[in-house]
């Protein structure tokens, strides 16, 4: 998992197996707990590009961000 | 075969000798007579061929002379009337038909009036028809069904210019002009004596009846021919009543299930009856609801000509008619008869869009297509609508052109509406924030990270934006099902 698009499918991942009874919830909290920690310090880079007022040039966010970097996406719902 | 001979019992002869002596009272029957046309038409009968059909045109007369013999003596031509003793003096009316049409030379079975009549139509004909063309001649509705009583399967024509075609039948008229031709595919009006045997015991029968209610009551009185008349009236008026109401155009009263339900009402709650009632009502209602016997329609061809049109076997009003124990209700309910003097079915309307025959409240207000068609129209109408008005491109542009140049009136005016209504401000508020937060949007994540990092939302990266997304639900998950 170096990106963001991969850490969001293996959350998704991690979901569908809770959902389907093939994990435990607290292997998945555990997962859960472990993504929380890997976003956390993605947003303290995305912070710190803010307060040097930089453009963010973050690896983790990078691969996903062409075209659309910066871009909300407005009020698309998600179930 | 000696015609002479009697066929009723001593005992009747002398019944009919003693009720022969109100022949002259000016409100009397005379049944003696009627009873010696019996004897004769049954012998007649006898002598020959069993198999022949008893005449149709004898129903005519029937109606008519029994019409005439009840305002006589009652002094009104109530239908009900006409209706209800219809059935119980039919045998002997008939029967008295028989001779003078032996003596007249008439074969029984003359073709083609010895088919069987008709007394109800399945066929819509248009409102604005007014008469119709049978056998050459030209009938108002209720005089065909009254008078003319044509067979299965005759033509009737409709004349109606700009129209098309309901049913055809299966045989060209060789008229010039007809451009409606109206199949009559309705319940053959029974026949219950086709043979001598029948006949005998039926008069027989009737006799016993007629005689034993005179008797029973007042020999030799008119007033007990009017007792044993209103009481078998009665019966039948309570019985045909409702349905003859409703069979009228500008019925709007209660219908027979509405009558069932209000005496259920007023039973026990709970109780045999009542549920018999109910159960009663509700078959009423399906019955009424039920699909009928509809004609089909063919386009109109301007040639005029019956020829184009061909053979058309598949009628599909007969069969639907002829079938199914709905068969007597539809009898009932079809009043072209010419007692009631009424077309179409009680309470019933064609969908214009669907052509089926579908009860008043099926239709919104007087429109002429049923609620599901209109349904179904607004449902293709919508989905044809893909791209709405406002996301085609020319009307985006058109927008926001138009909000760059009143923006400014725009903001004010919320403003102002914020200011006026607070409450409801923080309402609508309240609401999209739970709904934002329910489905995870893309503005609820947004605004989660941009707090917790401190900058504004429009900075936050998209991917992360949909990894915290993932995260929150996996949560949620987790939390909404930990034991």
Known sequence: MKTASELRAELASVFAKLKAGEIKHNEASELANLAGKMIASAKVQVEYYALRKESPDIAFLKDDEQGRANTPSHHQGHA | ?483
Request: contains cysteine; neutral net charge; hydrophobic residues 35%.
């Open chain 2, 1 to 483: 075969m000696d015609t002479k001979q009697t066929v009723l019992t001593d005992e009747q002869r002398t019944e009919i000798f003693e009720l022969h002596f109100s022949h002259d009272h000016p409100d009397g029957v005379d049944i003696g007579r009627v009873i010696e046309d019996t004897e004769r038409a049954v012998i007649a009968k006898l002598g020959g061929m069993t198999a022949n059909e008893w005449l149709t045109e004898a129903k005519d007369a029937i109606t008519m002379w029994h019409y005439t013999s009840i305002a006589q003596h009652e002094g009104h031509t109530d239908e009900a009337d006409v209706q209800a003793h219809w059935h119980a003096v039919e045998a002997i009316l008939r029967a008295r038909i028989l001779p003078t049409a032996s003596e007249a030379g008439t074969p029984y079975a003359a073709a083609p009036s010895a088919q069987p009549a008709v007394n109800g139509y399945t066929c819509t004909v248009p409102d604005d028809c007014e008469t119709l063309h049978w056998r050459g001649q030209i009938l108002s509705m209720n005089e065909l069904a009254s008078v003319a009583q044509p067979g299965v399967g005759e033509e009737i024509h409709v004349h109606i210019e700009g129209q098309d075609v309901l049913t055809l039948p299966l045989a060209s008229s060789g008229m010039d002009a007809p451009r409606f031709v109206v199949h009559v595919p309705a319940q053959v009006q029974p026949d219950h004596f086709h043979g001598a045997t029948e006949m005998v015991q039926a008069a027989a029968e009737c006799l016993d009846t007629l005689t034993s209610n005179l008797n029973d009551r007042h020999p030799l009185r008119i007033r007990a021919q009017r007792d044993a008349k209103s009481h078998v009236a009665n019966l039948y008026e309570i019985a045909a009543a409702p349905v003859a109401a409703q069979a009228q155009p500008d019925y709007h009263g209660a219908t027979v299930a509405d009558r069932l339900d209000a005496m259920a009402d007023d039973c026990a709650p709970g109780s045999q009856r009542a549920a018999d009632l109910r159960a009663a009502a509700t078959v009423w209602r399906k019955h009424l609801a039920g699909p009928a016997a509809q004609p089909k329609r063919r386009p109109y061809n301007a040639s005029g000509s019956l020829s184009e049109y061909g053979i058309f076997p598949e009628c599909d009003a007969a069969p639907r008619c002829r079938s199914g124990a709905g068969r007597q209700l539809q009898a009932r309910l079809i009043c072209l008869s010419g007692v009631c003097g009424q077309s179409g079915e009680a309470g019933m309307k064609t969908c214009r869009i669907c052509n089926e025959l579908k009860p008043a409240d099926a239709y919104r207000g007087t429109r002429s297509a049923c609620r599901e068609c209109e349904s179904a129209r607004r449902r293709e109408w919508y989905a044809a609508q893909a791209v709405k008005p406002h996301q085609r491109p020319e009307m985006k542009a058109y927008y926001r052109q138009w909000y760059a140049a009143n923006s400014e009136s725009v903001k004010a005016r919320a403003v102002e509406w914020t200011k006026a209504n607070p409450d409801k401000r923080n309402a609508i508020c309240k609401e999209n924030m739970r709904r934002q937060r329910e489905k995870l949007t893309d503005a609820y994540v947004r605004r989660m990270l941009a707090q917790s990092i401190g900058i504004r939302s429009a900075h936050i990266p998209q991917p992360l934006v949909e990894a915290q997304r993932e995260l929150l639900k996996l949560k949620r998950y987790i939390r909404e099902n930990s034991v």
